[in-house]
């Protein structure tokens, strides 16, 4: 285990520059999720810290020493891929010990190290098989298998689930946040999906455009949301987010008053936009009114997509109300946790 140390970290590509003065403290042990849209560098970043994309400028420190100019093999890291990366003529057993046998290390501790990880993953029963006879979920966990084995100072992963269906994705989630919990490995695991860093992360980092929006701890961010992008790019369904002014001691949106933040108080005039998750919705008679266009049941909540004239919103409720296309129902928000944000800058106030 390791600390990990990124410090104003810059990569340009010739005259384009996609990383533009990252800095992140990893703690030993902790569990980091790297999570952003396509293009924010998030990957980029993971390569950096693995050797496998130079550093154009700042410097990455594992375990006390500056890895910027060693290779991948020198820096005591394991990396798990997007596409599992298994040798398709080797054996589950022998893609484990690969990069073991590599390393010259003894056929006796290999197979030890083998088996502790098979048993760690319930992969005894597969250790004989080749790739295409495994689901894509053992795949997955052959190449956790094969990074365990190497007893690394940290574990990269890079989007490892992408290529898994929804009901495996939530399995593996599982299995991985459970690994590290029992290994305790410091692991970087870089995600597109906002909900696999909420669930798994103990902290997040959210990037756009090559610059950190915001990190903490998942519910900090989902709280306290920094500024319009990470409002927005945190929570499922998607917060909320309407263009209003602040008048009378309340966020006008077109002909809709509603409520500023418990105990916020705003200078009349000022541009903002205004915050509100589908859940902190409640139907309430003294609500603004809205005609609903789209009704999604999944049985544990009800997803309900509403316009007030020119105004949409989506409301979630947890409850069952008999709601359907067409009706006309009443949404008040929840002022104890809506958010205020300022129009010119998207930071919140």
Known sequence: MAKVFIRDVRKAYEELEVL?????????GEFVVLVGPSGCGKSTLLRMIAGLEGITSGTIEIGGRVVNHLAPAERDIAMVFQNYALYPHKTVRQNMA???????IDP????NRVKKAAGILGLEPYLDRYPRQLSGGQRQRVAM?????RDPQVFLFDEPLSNLDAKLRVNMRTEIKELHQRLKVTT??????????????DKIVVMQGGHIEQMGPPLDLFDKPANVFVAGFIGSPAMNLLNGEVQGGAVKVGDLALPLPTGATIEAGRDVTYGVRPEHFDLDASGFEAKVSVVEPTGS???VF?????????????ERHTIRPGDMIRLRPRAD????????????I
């Open 145 to 149: 298998g094969r990074a365990i084995v």
């Open 301 to 303: 909540e009800t997803l």
């Open 306 to 318: 509403a316009r007030h004239g020119e105004t949409e919103v989506t409301a979630l409720f947890r």
């Open 108 to 111: 006796a501790e290999i197979e």
């Open 188 to 201: 970087v695991y870089v995600t597109h999906d906002q909900v696999e860093a909420m669930t798994m992360a």
């Open 20 to 28: 533009h003065g990252v800095s992140i403290d990893i703690a030993d």
């Open 337 to 348: 946790v809506v958010h205020v944000f300022d129009a010119a800058s998207g930071k919140r």
């Open 98 to 104: 690969f990069a073991l046998k590599l390393r010259k």
